[in-house]
């Protein structure tokens, strides 16, 4: 009985002391502004997941132990700690965060504080890309950075068109550079030449991996990657560890993408009543393809097109202590593209370690894997594209046979005769997609490592090294009874590519502050790389059945082909900043590349910038203006250099021609040089060991407002870049053997001004935030010797802006004769078409550009919208000379050329339909349309589970949400979409717009947890 008792005491004294060690707190959080109480504050003990949130009074309780450092935290306020003390009431107030000032920005090998930056730099929000349910991050780019063009594509895994400040060469590359973790990315072509696609080098990387991005658009800010960054830079971090708790999440989300838009192409009847009276016009006969009224009438895009499932899941897990901190994180996407046989799959890894081996010697790794297969569609500019035949193909005839003689048997795909008098039906889409297979799987691993050693305080010497392999396996086969396939009896091509690209930097900084009045940094470095790509490939025809088409099963193999190139960059640079007073800035920087592309005597090039900032603010003078947070005046000037030459196929051939500009090259039997079956050898391309880098030089003037305690954040840019020692392919007699050489000739320039807007509209209990963006550019080539570059309609032409559309200009439709016709280059009318006539009739090129977020929040909700727009350029509807022509051909229409001329003193601008008459379908400024459009990009709207009901169950965070991405636009084009993206991401043919394919919109549903 004894012992029994002293249990029982004991149990109670122990439960006693347990209570003894808690207490229950409560309080109230105001604003430090105007004592508003602020719902919806995240209170919690510091290390623990004991949390919750304050109510619509701003007031909160919670159990925690004695000992507790209370934390409290809200977006767009300062994060507060708060011992707990001896009473139970512990208030706090939340003081507004400061916008920007001291926030980082990642900027060429380090980072800056936003206040010292004397650059154009803009840090887009990665957490705003999050909500965006997108394959490659590129795509949730566009509207978010003043300067910052994208072109969004259709097909999963490729490269956009992208500007920054406008387009800066005209044969080599105007893509921007980009930097992942501080190693610079390729823009590989690989694939399939009939693709004719480069890969976009972000898309194997996972956007929920990202931690920011930032875009360096001046020549000061970009100078440190010299030769590679006329075009800008876009840096991406991403994520890292951080000590403390380890935090896991969980995301998911999953919805349906369909296309944004199809043009209205006429139905089963109406192409028939077109193509009667088009026939009749043309030939005397009536009513060739019978009466309207029993017209079969087949969707083909509706055939081919559905809603394509999406799903991504991901799991991350970061955290560590004062020595060691982590982050990994695992992703899978899968993803049905909206048409059918179009799909995406991908699986990331990543992990990122950084550790303290000592108090002067720390070390780091990064190291992802991603693996994607992709089962792809023709491209773009393709006849065989879904997009294309399933506008074009007849809607008078039947998918399936009926069992009559006319359409075959029942249940089998129609391959035969159309309806229309000798002429072969062009594709059965959905044949195409059953016999052919296009399958693309890439593994790309990526390693980075690195040491930094401190010594004497200041001094920090890092080095990198860096791997990054790709390996792209294609296989393709055209069946027997397909488009391609059928006259060989099918057709299989194995393809494979291989790009090792390996860079080590070493760098030496030094950073101090003297007499608390001077503060000095300066970094020096040298950095090589090496990029080697090996192809190869095979094909063979005549096969027994579609089942088995991989090239072994081939009866004959009739070409094979393959190729090595490399290219190999050396740099040295340095950079000095220094800030006295902490208001007046300077940087000077340096960057020496050297590369193997061009000849012995101009392989090494020199890119110099120096920049200069004034913080007006910090002026005693200004002290009295309460209301002005921050003023800086900031100006730059510098040069960078470009060796990026454009290659517009992935023929072995061009694609070695690109890494040896400068050499004499020749080639075996690829270019016709064997003889009656012996090898040999042929010249194919000219030497020039005169060839140098292309050079662009830049100046930025810019200034930093914040306004009302940093409430209202203000910037402006007028930029001027000069590109000068334009690499082009010069026209050269060809009489010598050879029609073109490469040269150094020509000038171009860009100038224009950026503006950017961001405010808290509101702060408390109601938030809303909004951060604008709108930038004009002007682009003009100033000289090019008299040479003149085309690409279809498409000029580089001296005194013009790249790419303007070049061609005969449309007068309308004669109210007589319903003929088209046309300006001679007096102004006169005339029915007579003649290339004579040709004139420039439209500009590619965007007035201004930009992009509007608005971010609401109540309580526990959450809501963003973004709006991104594009005014004043032109679109050339390349599409309608075969769709839009009147009935020209015996192709497909779309509806509005019902409102063709049909009798005199009809007013149409859409001439009389008569097949096979060609001047309908001519080249002509009747098919150059206004490509402006607004684009609601996304709306996201999520609830935040309190977090009071979520620590009863161990759980952090839990937030559900949908988004709608691409869902409005608004547009006066008839094309399928207004974002019209050159295939290959050429410069000149920018804007031509042959049936591309447009973008997907889709609806998810999601979910984040946290622990």
């Known amino acids: 009985m004894k012992k029994l008792l002293l249990i029982v005491m004991a149990l109670f004294m122990g439960i006693s002391s347990l209570f003894a060690q808690t207490k229950r707190v409560t309080g109230k959080v105001t604003s430090a502004e105007d004592n508003s109480p602020i719902p919806g504050v995240s209170v919690s003990v510091k290390g623990t997941t004991i949390g919750t949130i304050t109510g619509i009074e701003g007031d909160y309780s919670l159990t925690v132990p004695n000992d507790a450092v209370l934390v409290f935290s809200f977006v767009g306020m300062k994060t507060a700690e708060l011992p707990v003390t001896a009473g139970l009431e512990h208030n706090v107030q939340l003081e507004m965060e400061v916008m920007g000032v001291d926030e980082v920005m990642v900027v060429a090998y380090g980072t800056q504080k936003r206040r010292a930056v004397t650059n154009a730099v803009t840090k887009v929000n990665s957490a705003e890309l999050e909500k965006m349910p997108v394959t490659s991050i590129e795509n949730a780019l566009s509207g978010q950075a003043a300067g910052l063009q994208i072109n969004t594509g259709s097909r999963s895994g490729e490269a956009n068109t992208i500007r920054i400040r406008g387009t800066s060469s005209i044969s080599a590359s105007s893509q921007p550079l980009f930097v992942i973790d501080g190693i610079p990315q390729g823009d590989y072509q690989m694939g399939y030449a009939g693709n004719n696609a480069q890969t976009s080098p972000l898309s194997t990387l996972n956007p929920n991996d990202i931690e920011n991005i930032q875009v360096l658009k001046d020549a000061s800010a970009a100078a440190l990657y010299g030769s590679r960054a006329s075009n800008g830079v876009i840096m991406i971090t991403t994520k890292r560890g951080k000590s403390g708790k380890t935090q896991i999440n969980l995301n998911y989300y999953s919805g349906f993408q369909e296309a944004t838009n199809f043009m209205d192409a006429l139905n089963g009847p109406e192409y028939t009543e077109l193509f009667?009276?088009?026939?009749?016009?043309?030939?005397?006969?009536?009513?060739?393809?019978?009466?309207?009224?029993?017209?079969?009438?087949?969707?083909?895009?509706?055939?081919?097109?559905?809603?394509?499932?999406?799903?991504?899941?991901?799991?991350?897990?970061?955290?560590?202590?004062?020595?060691?901190?982590?982050?990994?994180?695992?992703?899978?996407?899968?993803?049905?593209?909206?048409?059918?046989?179009?799909?995406?799959?991908?699986?990331?890894?990543?992990?990122n370690?950084?550790?303290?081996?000592?108090?002067?010697?720390?070390?780091?790794?990064?190291?992802?894997?991603?693996?994607?297969?992709?089962?792809?569609?023709?491209?773009?500019?393709?006849?065989?594209?879904?997009?294309?035949?399933?506008i074009l193909q007849y809607p008078n005839v039947p998918i399936y046979g009926d069992g009559s003689e006319m359409y075959g048997p029942e249940g089998t795909y129609y391959l035969g005769k159309?309806?229309?008098?000798?002429?072969?039906?062009?594709?059965?889409?959905?044949?195409?997609?059953?016999?052919n297979i296009h399958e693309a799987i890439t593994v790309r691993p990526q390693i980075t490592t690195f040491g930094e050693f401190t010594f004497f305080d200041d001094f920090k010497f890092r080095s990198e090294w860096s791997l990054d392999y790709i390996d792209l396996s294609e296989k393709i086969f055209w069946g027997l009874n397909s488009g391609d396939g059928g006259g060989s009896n099918g057709v299989s091509q194995a393809l494979s590519y291989r790009n090792t690209n390996w860079i080590t930097t070493n760098t030496l900084s030094y950073d101090n502050v003297f007499d608390e009045k001077h503060q000095l940094s300066v970094i020096a470095g040298y950095s090589f790389q090496e990029n080697r790509l090996e192809q190869s490939n095979v094909t063979g025809e005549q096969f027994p059945n579609n089942d088995l088409w991989t090239v072994n099963n081939a009866a004959e193999i009739t070409n094979g082909g393959g190729s090595i190139s490399q290219f190999a960059i050396e740099s040295y640079f340095a950079r000095l900043n220094y800030s006295y007073l902490d208001k007046y800035l300077l940087e000077v920087s340096l960057r020496r590349d050297g590369s193997s592309r061009f000849g012995a005597d101009n392989r090494y090039a020199n890119f110099p910038a120096v920049s200069l900032g004034w913080i007006v603010s910090d002026e005693n003078f200004m002290q009295d203006m309460d209301w002005l947070s921050l003023a800086k005046i900031r100006a730059s000037y510098g040069f960078t250099g470009n060796a990026e030459f454009l290659t517009s196929s992935t023929n072995p051939r061009y694609a070695v021609a690109a890494n040896f500009p400068a050499l004499g090259l020749?080639?075996?039997?690829?270019?016709?040089?064997?003889?009656?079956?012996?090898?040999?050898?042929?010249?194919?391309?000219?030497?020039?060991?005169?060839?140098?880098?292309?050079?662009?030089?830049?100046?930025?003037?810019?200034?930093?407002?914040?306004?009302?305690?940093?409430?209202?954040?203000?910037?402006?840019?007028?930029?001027?870049?000069?590109?000068?020692?334009?690499?082009?392919?010069?026209?050269?007699?060809?009489?010598?053997?050879?029609?073109?050489?490469?040269k150094n000739l020509g000038e171009l320039e860009n100038k224009g001004w950026e503006f950017a807007l961001n405010t808290r509209n509101f702060v408390g209990k109601f938030r809303w935030n909004t951060?604008?963006?709108?930038?004009?550019?002007k682009n003009?080539?100033?000289?090019?010797?008299?040479?003149?570059?085309?690409?279809?309609?498409?000029?580089?032409?001296?005194?013009?802006?790249?790419?303007?559309?070049?061609?005969?200009?449309f007068a309308g439709v004669n109210p007589d004769t319903g003929e088209s016709m046309f300006y001679d280059l007096n102004g006169n009318k005339t029915t007579t078409y003649s290339n004579d006539y040709r004139q420039i009739v439209g500009d590619p090129n965007p007035d201004y550009i930009g992009g509007i977020t608005n971010n609401f929040a109540w309580n526990n909700f959450d809501l963003s919208v973004q709006v991104q727009f594009v005014q004043g350029n032109d679109i050339y509807f390349d599409a309608g000379r075969f769709c839009a022509n009147s009935m020209a051909l015996y192709f497909n229409n779309l509806k509005d050329q019902l409102n063709r001329w049909q009798e005199p003193g009809d007013i149409t601008d859409i001439p009389k339909a008569v097949l096979f008459d060609s001047t309908n379908r001519q080249h002509s400024s009747r098919f150059v349309e206004d490509g402006s459009f607004v684009r609601v990009k996304t709306v996201s709207l999520g609830y935040n589970i309190p977090t009071q009901l979520l620590t009863k169950v161990n759980i952090r965070s839990v937030r559900i949400y949908t988004t709608a991405y691409n869902f409005w636009t608004f547009t006066n084009y008839r094309g399928h979409d207004p974002e019209v993206s050159s295939e290959g991401t050429l410069n000149v043919g920018q804007g031509i717009d042959f049936f591309q394919a447009p973008p997907s919109k889709s609806l998810i549903f999601g979910l984040n947890i946290g622990f």
């Open 353 to 390: 370690i950084d550790h303290e081996v000592s108090d002067f010697f720390k070390i780091g790794t990064n190291i992802s894997v991603a693996r994607t297969f992709n089962n792809r569609v023709s491209n773009n500019n393709s006849v065989a594209s879904m997009s294309t035949s399933g």
């Open 276 to 351: 009667n009276e088009a026939y009749f016009n043309s030939t005397g006969v009536e009513n060739i393809l019978g009466n309207p009224e029993n017209a079969i009438d087949t969707d083909w895009l509706d055939a081919v097109s559905r809603k394509g499932m999406i799903s991504q899941y991901d799991f991350s897990a970061n955290g560590g202590n004062e020595r060691t901190q982590f982050y990994t994180g695992v992703s899978y996407r899968d993803e049905d593209g909206y048409t059918i046989g179009n799909d995406f799959q991908r699986i990331n890894i990543r992990t």
């Open 771 to 777: 951060n604008f963006n709108i930038s004009f550019n």
């Open 780 to 809: 003009k080539i100033t000289d090019l010797k008299g040479e003149i570059i085309e690409n279809s309609i498409s000029r580089a032409m001296e005194g013009q802006p790249i790419g303007v559309y070049y061609t005969v200009k």
């Open 666 to 742: 020749y080639g075996g039997d690829l270019d016709g040089s064997d003889y009656g079956g012996n090898p040999g050898l042929s010249p194919t391309q000219l030497a020039n060991p005169d060839l140098k880098w292309e050079q662009t030089a830049q100046l930025d003037l810019g200034v930093n407002l914040g306004l009302f305690k940093n409430r209202i954040d203000f910037e402006a840019d007028y930029y001027y870049k000069k590109t000068t020692d334009l690499l082009l392919d010069v026209q050269i007699p060809a009489s010598g053997g050879f029609t073109s050489i490469a």
């Open 418 to 435: 159309g309806v229309n008098p000798n002429n072969n039906i062009a594709y059965n889409l959905l044949n195409e997609v059953d016999e």
